[in-house]
């Protein structure tokens, strides 16, 4: 099935569908490109079913933390629960406030985002830690953070359709997947 654009082309990167889920195609200056598949897909969420707004940590520079809180506030499943300028306060924040998701931006000052995660997941194993990156650096941030233990790796300025969609999808498949662990080791009586 031949891919569909899905948002405004950005300097060598492509956004594009391709059975559902969102892929990012970014071309290095070699010549040479990238393919990742972002958090998840644009299936519809299943937020009606949740209890409660999913809890965001967010932890970014000003400018790429301006953004994330326009396009969280588009919709009611999220939650901005506390701001970090660099990695140092984003351990700190985290383990205070136990968020469902940090949106961690990979360029921060003092502790950038990748030194950051392995803190991260320590301090707040049950957050699903999402990469924010520019897209020249997209490639090498998403790749390196999933092998840190990040979930997943959205583009700074991508559609906000596109960002919402495929948190929707990671933090209902993150909940459901708790509960499956939880079932486990806890089987009723």
Do not use: Y
């Amino acid at each position: 099935m031949p891919a569909l654009t899905v948002a405004r082309s950005m300097p060598g990167c492509k956004l594009s569908t391709k059975l559902g889920c969102i892929l990012v195609v970014v071309a290095s200056g070699s010549g040479q490109s990238h393919q990742m598949e972002l958090v998840g897909s644009l299936r519809s969420s299943a937020a009606g079913r949740r209890e409660r707004p999913a809890t965001v940590l967010i932890a970014a520079e000003p400018r790429c933390a301006a953004w994330l809180r326009r396009v969280l506030r588009l919709a009611r499943e999220f939650k901005v629960v506390a701001e970090a300028t660099d990695g140092t306060d984003a351990v700190h924040l985290a383990t205070a406030c136990q968020p469902d998701v940090v949106m961690l931006d990979a360029s921060m000052p003092v502790m950038s985002g990748l030194e950051t995660i392995p803190a991260l997941r320590a301090r707040a194993p049950q957050a699903a830690v999402v990469m924010v990156a520019t897209v020249d650096a997209a490639a090498a941030a998403d790749r390196l953070s999933r092998r840190l233990g990040a979930h997943g790796c959205v583009i700074e300025g991508s559609p906000d359709d596109a960002v919402l969609g495929s948190l929707s999808t990671l933090v209902d498949r993150e909940l459901v997947g708790r509960r499956s662990r939880r079932a486990a080791t806890n089987p009723p009586r």
